[in-house]
């Protein structure tokens, strides 16, 4: 009975500690993925960030890779933030405690593109 | 004779010009480009297949002035080095291009490249739908899908490129010329692409007399021998496409071509000008 889950536990550890320290979708993008038609454009669009907290708290909103602060809440346990994606590479976003620094979630804004052959147009026949 | 020694000679002027002018280069080297992308570097292909509702009224005597149907369209676009081939299956863009870019420079590209210009006909009509013989083409000769190969000048800004071609039959169907200048733009809105184009192109005689004369094993009461000069023809095109998601991309297109009193002047001709419309959807593999 308790072999399959020491099996699983071996397999897929990371899975067991993570939700040990982190609220599972304690911050939530939708949509998770901007689609571009060609790579190397810039790709837009309107992403919702929600985050949800079990205790009320200061807590703040930021790019996980400039550290641009986009948003904070003081003494809130959940918010939502709606944030105008326009970039040509994936973005993540983290929820962090503003009184101890400690990022809680993360989450990721994924890029995605449809042609990869950027020089494929070509016109249309005359008749 | 005489064509034969053209297409020698051009076939020598192209290979000196091939062996001169090879550069490693790969900028953009289609009718349209977006220019302000970093070119693809070494191998790239596209390849897809979707499905599409097209609505159009044919310039061809007989045929409904409003042929419409759902058409399967597959195209491959394929990059490498200087060479690239662009297959594209459906009736807007049908046909083959295949091409070697001999200069890209100062925003100057020169290329050789090899495509069909005219698609081919006969007492059925273009084809499109599978219908049966008509009425008034009862009778024609069938026109073949011609190939032709030439030179190809752009002059490419950021989202914009201007060309000019010279292009000569091969294939032995029509044994003509035709001259095309054409100047394009994209315009990337969000996550919309939508591309623009003007275009102006002149045909020989050999090309237009193959095409739309009439000779005396064709002519009837109805259908007089018809010989004729030169043509030329004028079009516009709008098109657009959506990504819906990184496989699936909704597609959109219009194409209006006017032809010169020659081509009009045909009694298989029925109207001077040609409207078309598609909407569809395409996978992108």
């Known amino acids: ?23 599972p979708n304690a911050l939530i993008a939708l949509p998770d993925t901007c689609v571009a038609l060609r790579e190397g454009r810039n790709c837009y669009a309107d992403i919702t960030l929600t985050w949800h907290q079990p205790t009320f708290g200061n807590y703040c909103l930021r790019d996980a890779t400039s550290k641009y602060i986009m948003q904070c809440w003081l003494k809130q346990k959940e918010g939502t933030f709606n944030y105008a994606f326009d970039s040509q590479q994936s973005i993540s976003f983290e929820l962090f405690d503003s009184n101890t620094s400690k990022v809680i979630s993360l989450t990721e804004v994924k890029l995605q593109w449809v042609y990869q052959n950027r020089q494929k147009k070509r016109r249309w026949r005359l008749f | 004779m005489k064509n034969a020694l053209l297409n020698y000679t051009f076939f020598i002027i192209t290979l000196l010009c091939m062996s001169i002018f090879s550069t490693s280069s790969m900028a953009s080297n289609r009718y349209y480009a977006d220019n302000t992308l970093e070119p693809t570097q070494g191998f790239a292909w596209d390849w897809s297949a979707g499905v599409g509702y097209h609505i159009g009224d044919s310039y061809l005597i007989g045929v409904d002035s409003y042929d419409h149907g759902m058409l399967v369209d597959l195209t491959l676009a394929l990059s490498y080095e200087n060479f690239y081939l662009d297959f594209d299956h459906n009736q807007l863009s049908g046909g083959l291009v295949v091409g070697y870019s001999l200069i890209d420079k100062f925003d100057w590209g020169l290329d050789i490249l090899g495509t069909n210009v005219q698609s081919g006909f006969n007492d059925k009509g273009l084809g499109l739908y599978n219908d049966g013989i008509i009425d008034e083409l009862r009778g024609i000769k069938t026109r073949n899908y011609d190939f032709d190969t030439g030179l190809r000048l752009t002059r490419r800004f950021e989202n914009s490129q201007i060309s000019f071609e010279y292009l000569h039959d091969i294939s032995g169907t029509h044994n003509g010329w035709i001259v095309n200048t054409f100047f394009s733009h994209i315009l990337p809105w969000r996550n919309w692409e939508f591309r623009t184009g003007v275009g102006l192109s002149a045909y020989s005689s050999d090309f237009t007399n193959y095409y739309f004369g009439i000779d005396s094993s064709e002519a009837t009461s109805d259908r007089p021998i018809y010989r004729t000069n030169a043509s030329s023809s004028m079009m516009f095109e709008f098109h657009a496409e959506y990504p819906i998601n990184q496989d699936w991309v909704f597609l959109a297109g219009w194409l209006t071509t006017w032809f010169s009193n020659e081509i009009d002047e045909s009694p298989i001709i029925t109207r001077r000008y040609q409207h078309q419309a598609k909407v569809g959807l395409r996978y992108v593999f």
């Open chain 1, 1 to 23: 009975m308790y072999s399959r889950w020491v099996c699983a536990f071996l397999l897929f550890p990371t899975a067991f500690l993570s939700k040990a320290d982190e609220m």
